[in-house]
């Protein structure tokens, strides 16, 4: 085993090691995702280069683009996490939990409520728009 592999290796380990036992914050847990595609990312880009194949060199810019999605959504459900539950701890991710009981301050679900009992009763665009904000 090169140098090489090795590294990479023991980096997607130690991302699967932080991942599996110190999950105390969600921050940390995607930043052992973030790692472990890292490291997959570099081991792929050298795969290609050692195969001497242009077929394959689409295939780390894939996961790389994959990668990105990953993380837009992970700090995405970081920041609904952090404001309805006050905190980025794994233990509290219960949504009975939640630091508010106004259903005002779940924007998102309880708008779509709203949205949906509108458009069954029919009402009209301008109680819809109004009853949003």
């Known amino acids: 085993m090169t140098p090489a592999h090795f ?4 980096a997607f380990m130690l991302g699967l090691a932080g991942l ?3 999950r105390v914050h969600l921050l ?3 930043l052992c995702l ?3 595609m890292l490291s997959l990312f570099v081991a792929m880009a050298l795969w290609t280069l050692q195969m001497e194949t ?3 060199s689409t295939a780390p810019m894939l996961l790389l683009a994959f990668s990105a999605c990953e993380a837009s959504a992970g700090l995405a459900l970081l920041v609904a996490t952090a404001r309805t539950h006050g905190s980025d701890h794994m233990q509290n991710l219960n949504y009975y939990n939640a630091k508010s009981t106004d259903p005002h301050y779940y924007a998102i ?3 779509l409520i709203i949205f949906i009992k509108m458009t069954v009763n029919n ?3 301008k109680q819809l728009f109004n009853c949003l904000y």
Not at 7 to 10: C, E, F, I, P, V
């Open 34 to 36: 973030e790692g472990m």
């Open 7 to 10: 590294s990479l290796n023991a």
């Open 123 to 125: 009402y009209n665009n």
């Open 54 to 56: 242009t077929s394959l």
């Open 20 to 22: 599996t036992f110190h």
């Open 109 to 111: 679900p309880y708008n």
């Open 28 to 30: 940390s847990a995607l």
